[in-house]
């Protein structure tokens, strides 16, 4: 009987260790889990924020979130004015953060490198000295470079050309993608937006954006008060027109070539959405 009450004992104290053993670990667990999600940096956005390509103002614009939207971060550029998501990059002016922001990592982006200007530095349209100057950068000025040169002499922003020997930089600028001359321009509709035949509101309407729609431009008005729109599916086209208002814009508007009003002419326009067939 003796050996039966000391078996069941033994078997009892047996199982009470491998309960507080398994009680330990999943505190520990639970613990970590904790100690991870401190970790995590959560930004929320305060207004409609654009995520750009790499971190600035001349970078190609990926998509845009909505006010109050929560995203994780991933990491920071060197002087922490711009964020890091797993998809692009925003504004750190643009978002209330949760979270120790010093903790990320400094992230480089692959698509661009940051340089700055030694002196003061001329902007060009191309690619070439006698080209028209778009701006003129001041001396230790930090710009976001998306290109080069195939001869490696100049330097592509997203709004023009810089040469080679104006700047600074700790990077590697062989890494940069060789540009061709032509430059692109997006915008973002700030509300439901008519897409017009020619730049004047008495045009017929050939599509209607959505609020937050991305498209691409290739064009202006003489005036500036109308941008032409490309079309997606042939993007050497126009699609249409918008009023200058009706988007917020990248790069430098003056730099967009001055088109006529004659795009029955061009390739490629479509007709879509309203408006009947002349």
């Not at 398994?22 to 667990?29: D, F, K």
């Not at 613990?31 to 654009?50: C, H, R, Y």
Request: glycine letters at 10%; hydrophobic letters at 45%; zero cysteines.
């Amino acid at each position: 009987m003796k050996r039966i009450q000391l078996f069941y004992m033994r078997q009892i104290l047996i199982m009470a260790v491998v309960i507080a053993l398994l009680a330990a670990n999943l505190q520990g667990i639970s613990f970590a889990k904790a100690s991870d999600m401190s970790d995590e940096v959560i930004a929320t956005t305060l207004q409609l924020t654009m995520v750009y390509e790499s971190p600035g103002l001349d970078s190609r614009v990926k998509t845009v979130l909505m006010p109050v939207t929560e995203v994780s971060l991933v990491g920071r550029s060197a002087d922490g004015k711009w964020l890091a998501l797993g998809a692009g990059w925003i504004q750190r002016s643009g978002v209330r953060t949760d979270g120790d922001l010093a903790a990320l990592p400094v992230t480089q982006s692959a698509q661009s490198l940051i340089v700055i200007t030694r002196q003061m530095t001329m902007v060009y349209e191309t690619p070439e000295a006698n080209s028209r100057v778009e701006t003129v950068l001041m001396p230790a000025t930090e710009v976001s470079l998306v290109g080069r040169s195939d001869n490696g002499q100049w330097l592509a922003l997203g709004s023009g050309w810089i040469q080679t020997g104006n700047i600074r930089t700790n990077g590697e600028l062989a890494a940069l993608p060789v540009m061709q001359m032509s430059q692109s321009f997006s915008g973002v509709t700030v509300g439901l937006t008519m897409v017009y035949q020619n730049p004047t509101m008495s045009s017929r309407v050939v599509d209607v954006l959505s609020p937050v729609s991305i498209v691409s431009l290739s064009g202006r008005s003489s005036d500036g008060d109308w941008l032409a729109v490309a079309n997606i599916r042939d993007p050497g086209s126009v699609k249409g027109w918008v009023g200058r208002g009706d988007l917020q814009m990248t790069g430098d508007l003056a730099a967009l070539p001055v088109m006529g009003m004659a795009l029955e002419a061009l390739p490629g326009l479509s007709y879509a959405g309203l408006g009947n067939e002349n």
